[in-house]
């Protein structure tokens, strides 16, 4: 305990976590009046519109009260999982940009000690960040429900469910930003890597799962929850959508990614060289 309470301390005697949670207010904000907005217009297209089967059957089930709740109260998990996927990454890539490394492993010679520290440290900041987003999805939600014409659906466990499964999303990503700080180091190339990967990866991914499913086999399009991002969404929808794989398989995705990250990044540590 005293070790993470120590890897708190590296955060919280810095600028570095208020900078981050005074970026996430605005982004959280943008992201809530995005979903609304989405869920305002996708109601407004007509039952008859000139779409395919498929199209129309994920239409029709994203528009359904359930799920149109579910993305309101989980609004904010895309950048905010973004901020805590950087800041858990710092708390790696800070002992290398600050020399404090090698005092910090002279300290605690057990270097998976420090890792598992800096897990925890990293998971009790995700869990930060998501009752931030949380708390406000709750007060203001309701709001955007009774503009849409929705029940606010709060006495639904699909939505607790939902809001569950983004703190355990939130708490995964923080799992993967120290693995990857940890295999590559530097504060610089962390940041932009992660950054880079996390915004313009899923358009990557997305454009060449399109292209396997329309030229090679259509199973290619179940193939997408691979993609971290997607696997994150997928997770916390209200039901099940239709041409997509069950919620729990986002869940199984998103956890493997975490698991194979923490290990290759605490039998890295053990490993190499720290000067």
Known sequence: MRLVSAELSKIFTTATWWIFGLILIPLW????????????VTNQIPADANVDPDSAALLDAT??????????????????????????????????FHLTA?????????????????LAAA????LGFWL??????LALAPFFLRQLD???QLG?????????????????????????????????ATTLTLSIGYLIGPLGAQAVFFLLTQYVADFFEKLRV??????????ISGTDLPGNPPRWVGAVVLIGYAVVTGVIGTLIMRRRDVS
Not at 91 to 96: C, G, Q
Not at 123 to 126: H, Q, T, V, Y
Not at 156 to 180: C, D, K, Q, S
């Open 156 to 188: 639904e466990g699909a939505v607790w469910r939902a809001i569950g499964l983004n703190a355990l999303a939130f708490a995964l990503w923080a799992v993967v930003g120290v693995g990857v700080g940890v295999l590559i180091r530097s504060q610089i």
């Open 150 to 152: 929705l029940p606010v």
């Open 63 to 96: 528009n359904q009260p359930i799920n149109v709740a579910t993305n309101l109260y989980t609004s904010g998990q895309f950048f905010g999982v973004l901020l805590i996927l950087l800041l858990s990454a710092i708390l790696v890539t800070n002992e290398f």
């Open 29 to 40: 904000a943008m992201s809530i009046l995005f979903n609304w907005g989405t869920a305002n």
């Open 226 to 235: 691979i993609e971290p991002t997607t696997a994150s969404q997928l997770m």
């Open 102 to 118: 090698t005092t910090t492993f002279l300290v605690t010679p057990h270097r998976e000690r420090v890792v598992l520290a800096k």
């Open 123 to 126: 998971g009790l900041l995700s």
């Open 132 to 137: 931030i987003t949380t708390v406000l999805n």
